[in-house]
């Protein structure tokens, strides 16, 4: 689920950077469903405010690097990724 997870959010920046800069985004065929945003907002969401703060989202997401550092390394390996079961999509190009 966390591995969906982490895919879903980059996903959502993916989404989010392509409409701030007006760019049509491909649809994914492994889109997420109403319920699926739904579950993911609130696994986010620690004050219940029905949104996601920035501060929510990094604790989040280093939640998750945590989880995936499996030798508590404090950097993931090629190892730990691949049994994260992550997918690779083209990153989008952040701050150019």
């Keep these: 689920m966390a591995c969906g997870v982490l895919f879903a959010v ?3 920046v993916e989404s989010a950077l392509a409409q701030k800069q007006d760019t049509p985004v491909k649809q994914d065929k492994l889109a997420l469903s109403d319920s699926d945003v739904k ?3 609130l696994m986010m969401d620690t004050d219940k405010s029905g949104r ?3 501060k929510e989202f990094l604790d989040f997401m280093s939640s998750e690097f945590d989880r995936l550092d499996s030798d508590k390394s404090g950097e993931l390996d090629v190892k730990e ?3 994260s079961g992550l997918h690779l999509k ?3 190009n952040v701050g150019k």
Excluded: D, E, N, Y
């Design 10 to 12: 980059g996903s959502f």
């Design 39 to 41: 579950q993911l907002l």
């Design 52 to 54: 996601v703060s920035k």
């Design 81 to 83: 990724l691949t049994q």
């Design 90 to 92: 083209a990153r989008p």
